[in-house]
């Protein structure tokens, strides 16, 4: 470990105490953290899970309009699909860089995940911007205004806390609060979040969007 | 695996493969973008039809696969993770399915609009008043054909009925006439002016007075946009109806 070891243990910031702590392996040898990180992502598929299932439930069963047809724009929908994606691309470029311990790349590529997740939820505001004020849907107009607005709202959410997770973890990576070595752990669980809100995004761009329009 | 925590021992570094990853998803996913812009060609279209949702499907769960094997790094990593995040997974789906088909036998599902049975009436099931007044704002032509019909067209079925059947004692505009049949668009009512009321009193009549039991030459569906109709009605007070008669809802 060397000279870099003296670099990892600087704990004694405030605040900053169960850091280190998460960071230990449990008995099995693995992170503590990554596997809690693990077992989080299990219960956000249930939760995503039945939320697109409870949308489809209803699907086709709303009493009034607009319909899914009547409000989507596959333009929009896709350039912000597209956005996510790379986001994942440029995530999984940040959690390589801090394994080969160059903080400043992780945190440009970190930096340019949490932009092009912002862009995402700007995108996701236009939108439900437009479908309130002009396609004059509420989240109480109709099953489809509720489970579409509980879905995408709540997947929204997530992507908001990765943004806010992604800066302040470029916020530590600047002023040296987490370093590279064993720490990288932290951002690599912080990349497992963010992939699994791009998954979740793919199942519903696919199952919501694509296929709404093929019929 | 490696967690090379040593320096000099940097774990492989996988720069150029989530690169390369990165192209082949972008790839799938103007791939999946073309499936419904295919329609503006129906020969292509048509000729493969059953096979676009099925292909959008396998793409959607490539990618799914792609992102959690490969940028996750689940596929090469601890059974534990796998364990923790693909039971879940597995028992979301199932769940999912399970809702699906249960979805199939009481709602239908994926088009259909869900049509109001002459049992939501009697159980007293008040559908939101559409018509009478200016036309939502969302009425255009791009609507299905089923809900069109259970709303909009429904509607305007509803009013040909009216005109057909009960205008000769009702009037035109449902504003009565002397001797004949009571006034419409009032808010008075002596056989209730709930929806399902509406429904009992055209489908059953007025035993004793000139209002036919409707039932007999109408079948629910009918019955139900008339109803509707009917529904609509109240309040508009049209001029030179017949006086209020019944109690005022």
Not at chain 1, 88 to 100: N, R, W
Not at chain 1, 104 to 121: E, K
Not at chain 2, 195 to 223: C, N
Request: proline share 4%; aromatic share 12%; charged share 15%.
């Amino acid at each position: 470990m060397s000279a870099h070891a003296e670099n990892l243990i600087h704990d004694d910031a405030p605040g900053h105490e169960g850091h280190g702590a998460l960071s230990e392996n449990n008995f099995l040898g693995l992170p503590n953290i990554k596997l809690a990180m693990w077992a989080f992502l299990g219960s956000e598929c249930m939760f995503f899970g039945s939320l697109i299932g409870t949308y489809f439930f209803y699907h086709g069963n709303s009493l009034g309009g607009p319909l899914p047809k009547d409000v989507f724009s596959i333009g929009i929908t896709s350039i912000s699909t597209f956005l996510l994606l790379m986001s994942s691309v440029t995530m999984a470029l940040g959690v390589d860089a801090m394994k080969q311990q160059k903080p400043l790349t992780a945190r440009t590529f970190i930096l340019l995940t949490a932009a092009l997740g912002a862009t995402f939820v700007g995108f996701q505001v236009f939108e439900f911007h437009e479908f309130y004020t002009e396609k004059h849907l509420a989240l109480s107009t109709s099953l489809f205004g509720s489970t579409f607005y509980t879905m995408t709202g709540f997947h929204g959410t997530h992507v908001t806390v990765g943004v806010i997770w992604l800066v302040i973890m470029s916020i530590l990576i600047t002023k040296k609060k987490l370093v590279p070595g064993k720490e990288a752990v932290n951002v690599e669980v912080m990349g497992l979040y963010w992939h699994f809100v791009d998954i979740v995004w793919i199942v519903i761009f696919t199952f919501v969007y694509l296929l709404e329009f093929l019929k | 695996m490696s967690h090379g925590h040593e320096v000099g021992t940097l774990p492989h570094s996988h720069k150029k493969q989530y690169i390369i990853l990165g192209i082949v998803l972008s790839i799938v996913t103007f791939i999946e973008l073309g499936i419904p812009l295919m329609k503006g060609s129906p020969e292509i279209w048509t000729a493969a039809k059953e096979l676009w949702a099925p292909l959008l499907i396998v793409l959607s769960i490539f990618k799914f696969g792609a992102v959690v094997g490969d940028f996750m790094h689940l596929r090469s990593d601890f059974t534990l993770y796998k364990i923790l995040f693909i039971s879940p997974l597995f028992l979301a789906m199932f769940s999912f399915f399970a809702i699906g088909s249960l979805s199939v036998v009481h709602f239908q599902p994926f088009g259909k609009g869900y049509a109001i049975t002459a049992q939501d009436l009697s159980d007293g099931y008040v559908p939101p008043t559409v018509g009478g007044g200016a036309e939502p704002p969302w009425a255009d032509d791009k609507f299905e054909a089923a809900f069109v019909d259970a709303q909009k067209g429904g509607f305007a079925k509803g009013k040909e009925t009216f005109t057909t059947s009960c205008a000769n004692c009702h009037r035109a505009d449902g504003g009565g006439m002397p001797g004949l049949g009571v006034n419409l668009t009032d808010v008075c009512y002596k056989h209730g002016g709930k929806i399902a009321a509406l429904y009992t009193t055209i489908s059953k009549g007025v035993s004793g007075t000139a209002m036919p039991a409707w039932q007999t030459s109408m079948d629910s569906e009918k019955l139900r946009q008339v109803a509707y109709y009917v529904h609509s009605l109240k309040g508009l007070n049209v001029a030179g109806g017949r006086d209020c008669e019944g109690p005022k809802e």
